[in-house]
């Protein structure tokens, strides 16, 4: 319809499709963006294609944990400050940033490829498995904190990772489930409630 | 906070405060977007970064009717068969995007640098009321349809520019209000209903 439209534009047209790469962006969306762009605001969108290019060329996996970085090895992974005994497993660099946020862990990282998710393919190989066993199995490594979501598939991530490793003799922990901080018991899951009161623990 | 964190990437960052400036994107989603882009979809990073770049170099405003477009003057404007007696005054090329859709309007378009609103320091010469004057007094137009948007701003333009053409022999004319197609009364708000019923007309 764009095609034949009067008073079409390609460039205008290519934009508005590529928008629509972004997570989350339909076609209203990614319309509304480029107009809003090319119209009000051409600096931002050169500041955009620049960041991009410069964030593409700079941004690799850190050759250890997998995160994102800017250099071989990530600067967590380059402390020497950080407890090599334990190791905590997130699903990806946003899972990182978040655990790493709280200050309050002060171990390494492994960052899993996404997780695992049979309909979509992605198997204990996809995801990265093999290369998290070597890096568990350095020697210096005794507990795995696994953080992976606690969706359907984070779970089932979890359990994969926990029976490959618990066998190695290695320590394998969770995070805890329960109610989130702040919350009130009306308006919290019947699910986690229950998963609460199983876990629960003595004061 | 970012700064100080360990595990900080510059680039990444870069690029999250970047992404921020597409309209509708706060602080998570641009986050969002950034690590899906360097984790799973480096090639719409390219792809988006390199339709931005071609869209500034190619994308201008047509000289005669504002609209967005790549050549001097847009297809439209450029038509001998469009009805050049007819100029329809739309806030934004988005807006001339869905009158043309209907594909029920021959004549030609005026894009306004937006709408009037004295708030944002917004006044008939910011929006080009100038341009729209001597271009609706080129001889060949006779009427002009406002199709400014129906919000307090929207209407407040088009009652400018009413104003100032109506004296100088143009006939002038506003879309019509009314129910909106495929509605049910019941869920209508009452201005619309009360619009509507004023403005009713013969069958």
Do not use: W
């Given at each position: 319809?764009?095609?034949?439209?009067?008073?079409?534009?390609?460039?205008?047209?290519?934009?508005?499709?590529?928008?629509?790469?972004?997570?989350?962006?339909?076609?209203?969306?990614?319309?509304?963006?480029?107009?809003?762009?090319?119209?009000?605001?051409?600096?931002?969108?050169?500041?955009?294609?620049?960041?991009?290019?410069?964030?593409?060329?700079?941004?690799?996996r850190c050759a250890r944990c997998n995160?994102?970085?800017?250099?071989?090895?990530?600067?967590?992974?380059?402390?020497?400050?950080?407890?090599?005994?334990?190791?905590?497993?997130?699903?990806?660099?946003?899972?990182?940033?978040?655990?790493?946020?709280?200050?309050?862990?002060?171990?390494?990282?492994?960052?899993?490829?996404?997780?695992?998710?049979?309909?979509?393919?992605?198997?204990?190989?996809?995801?990265?498995?093999?290369?998290?066993?070597?890096?568990?199995?350095?020697?210096?490594?005794?507990?795995?904190?696994?953080?992976?979501?606690?969706?359907?598939?984070?779970?089932?991530?979890?359990?994969?990772?926990?029976?490959?490793?618990?066998?190695?003799?290695?320590?394998?922990?969770?995070?805890?489930?329960?109610?989130?901080?702040?919350?009130?018991?009306?308006?919290?899951?019947?699910?986690?409630?229950?998963?609460?009161?199983?876990?629960?623990?003595?004061?």
């Open positions: 319809m764009h095609e034949a439209a009067p008073g079409h534009v390609p460039a205008l047209d290519a934009l508005i499709d590529a928008l629509r790469h972004l997570p989350g962006v339909g076609p209203k969306s990614a319309s509304r963006m480029a107009y809003h762009l090319l119209e009000h605001d051409r600096e931002a969108a050169q500041h955009i294609a620049r960041a991009l290019d410069a964030a593409l060329g700079a941004v690799q995160t994102l970085t800017e250099d071989a090895v990530c600067s967590i992974c380059a402390d020497p400050r950080r407890d090599a005994r334990q190791l905590c497993v997130v699903e990806s660099p946003a899972d990182l940033a978040a655990v790493e946020q709280t200050l309050t862990y002060h171990g390494l990282y492994f960052v899993l490829m996404g997780r695992i998710s049979p309909l979509d393919g992605l198997g204990p190989k996809e995801i990265g498995l093999d290369r998290l066993m070597t890096r568990a199995l350095d020697g210096a490594v005794e507990e795995v904190i696994l953080a992976t979501n606690f969706t359907n598939e984070g779970e089932a991530t979890a359990h994969v990772i926990a029976e490959t490793l618990r066998p190695r003799g290695l320590r394998v922990t969770r995070l805890a489930r329960g109610v989130p901080a702040g919350a009130e018991l009306e308006y919290v899951d019947l699910g986690t409630i229950a998963r609460a009161l199983v876990d629960r623990r003595g004061t």
